[in-house]
């Protein structure tokens, strides 16, 4: 949505950031207030140095873990909890830990490496090349940012924001989780 051109005194403003900085200061000169004569409250009011005692009732912590959603991870907000079982299966992808016949392979736990299609089922193999998975992964291309390669699907991409990396990853995780790969 654009502002239409500002008129101030007598010169035309059309620029969209220089019309936010007229406005800016239009209200900044309407909202000061003088108090150049003013002093401030002398109160001594002391510091309280304890808290007074909490008690909770049994009742009220019982209420307030039932609220709680058993679905989402532990931690902060911003980690996803629907994507929990995306996160363990997309780390175990980085570490080379996960049910992929190559990381199976390489700790002799499997007889061949090679996928269903025939290709040797790496981490690469499975999040960027593999047939079997390309309509699933052609939905996550769609969705991330920056450079597209084995280590920046892993890892992260130091050239992008924490929040595309952060969105790439749950991209990731969602892939993994579409595909089925790792579920029996």
Request: charged share 25%.
């Amino acid at each position: 949505m654009n502002t239409p051109p500002i008129n101030l005194n007598s010169s035309v403003i059309d620029d969209d950031k220089q019309k936010a900085e007229a406005f800016n200061d239009y209200f900044a000169s309407q909202s000061n207030i003088d108090d150049s004569n003013k002093l401030l409250p002398e109160e001594d009011i002391p510091p309280d140095r304890q808290l007074s005692s909490i008690v909770f009732e049994t009742y009220e912590v019982k209420d307030i873990l039932q609220t709680l959603n058993v679905n989402k991870a532990s931690g902060p907000d911003a980690i996803s909890g629907r994507s929990r079982l995306g996160q363990i299966y997309h780390a175990r992808i980085r570490t080379e830990s996960s049910s992929l016949r190559d990381h199976l392979y390489q700790k002799n736990l499997e007889s061949d490496p090679f996928c269903k299609c025939k290709q040797i089922e790496t981490s690469e193999h499975f999040l960027l090349n593999c047939p079997i998975y390309h309509r699933t992964r052609e939905a996550l291309f769609v969705n991330l940012v920056g450079t597209l390669n084995i280590d920046t699907l892993l890892h992260c991409d130091p050239n992008i924001t924490d929040i595309d990396n952060k969105n790439n990853f749950l991209n990731v995780q969602d892939y993994i989780l579409k595909t089925k790969r790792f579920t029996k």
